[in-house]
């Protein structure tokens, strides 16, 4: 990444960063805090059964679910469903960012509506979103303004509300010939049958009135009930915007239907006639055997806003959407060894500021240090560090090549 | 007890040593350095060595077992402290530079001159966030002098940029990292910058020499200081007096 985008992003950052210091301290943030905790690291420790009751319940419910076991899985499936229309509208979904949704759909000649703001101008731009909420804060108002000029080929004014109409007129103008809306979920309820989604813009709640809902999630999102998922959520908007609650909490727990003439249950109202769920598990399983707290992540970003290596890297230190050390972990088994130490393992310095400022206190510098070790059996190691273990073998200093 | 001096104060930053067993002469206190001091074993923990990081650490508990140790760095502290006992299961009875300078001055055995200029302190990764040592190397510091603080400090303190490898691993990133933190110490107009750890004096001094001096900034007026050396300055004061 650049210098200016760096600057730029370092600078959005630092507002966010004003804007939660007040909010992180209030005690009832604190208590959300530690209730939010223990719900994760049980969600975690409890996944295989919960998977099966949420398996049950959602289908129960009216929802369909296929679960995927990767990348290459998942994306077929959406294929699949998706593949006579020329257009799907889509939310901001790290998960479908991690499988490459959007690239592999375009690939196939389905054209991918963005509907959140920030993506969408990311989209145009055809850079890397910077932050899990907020993908654009790289980019500065003067630039977005130049990019959404030359994709809609007019001339928008470097304004925020400028900027703003233009693009909400384009994506406005494309929605009604979309059938199909694909959103994440930012928790699934497994004993209600329920998936949450969170969204400021009001574009998710676009997406579930349409004739075919794809909801993108990966098994980790998984909580008992309804309860503790708006308990994530709410925590989740805190650490990530600043503001205790986010505009819209959409809950899907069955397509659209009615019951109004003598209780006979008809489907088909207003929303979508068919909601589907893709449960993406892309290493998960093998993350939750080997290294289960990487799995706690309730997705706000909290952990890359102060970490020095991502605040000087930008979306280099990481994988895919997940950014930072965490995706780093993540990496080795949603891809491999190689990959993990391509997106960064060395590159930590394993100062443990992101635990400090993740809400679920995850140990991100301590799981990297440890995949170092897995690291190094492999023969993946920087030349660097070998010339200094070899140093220090035979001359007990990490300096002297040779003993004098 | 024995001064363990740790790799980089031992063969590059010699001031530090020489500040620390200054201190431990002017209060009489019986120490010795090893002749062939070896490596506590942190760098290659950290970088994921395993098998050779024990085998030093065997080799190195030979030599420090059954006394006490006193470290200058925060990474030999650490390692000392949490991962001999539990990846060798043998414990040694480390101690921090701060800690024993906190003793000095509690229990008069060093007594310096309290006017020095206000300070900033960076709290090591490995001594704060790690160790939970926040407070004993501040207590220090306050007998001589004021600790402007940084916006980011104890818990929540920007990395060095040094840790992990990253420094001889990716020079450029640790470089600018480092950089930043400069640039967090500069904002708080002190004039000296004390830390506890070899590493961080390393990374950010030369952060300051390479990036240096752009106009609008006068972070080459800072001293970069380890704390031993900050101390002695403390009592040169009051022996000139």
Redesign the interface.
């Known amino acids: 990444m650049n210098d200016s985008s760096l600057r730029i992003m370092n600078k959005s950052f630092n507002i966010l960063d004003k804007r939660r210091a007040t909010l992180l301290k209030d005690e009832r943030t604190i208590n959300l805090k530690e209730r939010v905790k223990k719900i994760r690291k049980n969600s975690v420790k409890h996944l295989s059964s919960l998977l099966e009751i949420a398996q049950e319940n959602l289908q129960s419910n009216g929802i369909e679910v296929v679960m995927a076991k990767d990348a290459h899985e998942a994306r077929e499936v959406i294929y699949q469903l998706v593949k006579n229309e020329d257009m799907v509208a889509k939310s901001k979904s790290n998960t479908a960012g991690e499988i490459q949704l959007t690239e592999y759909l375009e690939s196939k000649k389905v054209n991918v509506l963005e509907t959140d703001l920030g993506d969408r101008i990311v989209q145009f731009d055809e850079s890397h979103p910077t932050h899990p909420i907020g993908p654009a804060c790289h980019l500065d108002m003067a630039r977005i303004a130049e990019i959404v000029s030359s994709k809609l080929q007019k001339d928008v004014k470097a304004e925020p509300r400028a900027i703003l109409d233009s693009v909400k007129k384009d994506i406005t103008g494309k929605i009604p010939n979309c059938n199909i809306g694909i959103t994440g979920a930012n928790a699934v309820a497994a004993e209600d049958g329920s998936l949450l989604m969170v969204h400021n813009e009001g574009n998710i709640s676009l997406l579930t009135m349409m004739d075919t809902h794809i909801v993108i999630v990966g098994i980790d999102k998984l909580v008992p009930t309804l309860e503790d998922a708006v308990s994530v959520v709410k925590l989740e908007t805190i650490y990530a915007t600043g503001k205790t609650v986010p505009a819209y909490m959409n809950i899907v727990s069955s397509p659209s239907k009615t019951a109004d003439i003598e209780q006979i249950l008809l489907k088909d109202m207003y929303g979508a006639k068919r909601v589907i769920l893709v449960l993406l598990d892309n290493g998960r399983s093998r993350a939750l055997q080997e290294n289960e707290e990487c799995l706690w992540c309730i997705g706000c970003g909290a952990c890359i806003v102060n970490c020095p290596v991502y605040t000087t890297l930008g979306p280099e230190f990481g994988y895919l959407r997940h950014l930072g050390g965490r995706g780093i972990v993540l990496s080795k088994y949603i891809d491999n060894d190689e990959v993990c130490f391509d997106s960064g393992l060395y590159k930590c310095t394993l100062c443990g500021q992101c635990t400090n400022e993740c809400p679920v206190e995850i140990p991100t510098n301590q799981m990297l240090e440890d995949l170092r070790k897995e690291s190094v059996k492999k023969g993946l190691y920087t030349q660097k560090h070998q010339e200094i273990k070899n140093n220090l073998k035979k001359t007990r200093s990490p300096f002297k090549k040779e003993l004098n | 007890m024995i001064y363990f001096r740790g ?1 980089l104060s ?3 930053l010699k001031e530090i040593p020489r500040a620390t067993e200054k201190l431990l002469e002017i209060a009489r206190i019986d120490y010795r350095v090893l002749e ?4 506590c074993g942190s ?8 098998d ?1 990081a024990l ?2 650490m065997e080799d190195t508990y030979e030599d420090v077992k059954g006394e006490r140790v006193l470290v200058s760095c925060a990474g030999c502290y650490m390692t000392f402290k949490e991962d001999y006992p539990v990846l060798l299961g043998k414990k040694v009875d480390v101690i921090h530079t701060s800690h024993l300078f906190w003793e000095l001055l509690k229990n008069d055995k060093i007594s310096p001159s309290l006017d020095l200029d206000a300070v900033t302190y960076h709290d090591p ?1 490995h001594l704060g ?2 160790m939970g040592e926040y407070e004993t190397p501040r207590q220090v510091i306050k007998y001589l002098s004021k600790i402007i603080e940084m916006d ?1 400090n104890r ?5 060095c ?6 420094r ?3 020079p450029d ?2 470089s ?2 480092a950089r ?1 933190r400069v640039e967090d110490a500069v904002k708080t107009g002190a004039r000296h910058l004390v830390t506890c750890c070899p590493f961080c004096i390393h990374n950010l001094k030369s952060a300051q020499e390479s990036h240096g001096t752009r106009e609008d900034r006068n972070d080459e007026d800072m001293d970069i200081l380890d704390l031993s050396q900050f101390l002695l300055l403390g009592l040169k004061k009051e022996v000139k007096q």
Do not use: P, Q, Y
């Open positions: 790799c031992r063969e590059k062939d001091e070896g490596c760098v290659l923990l950290r970088t994921g060595f395993m050779d085998e030093i990764c966030r790690h980011s818990a929540n303190s920007r990395c940029g040094a840790g992990g490898g990253v001889s691993g990716f990133l640790s600018e990292i930043m």
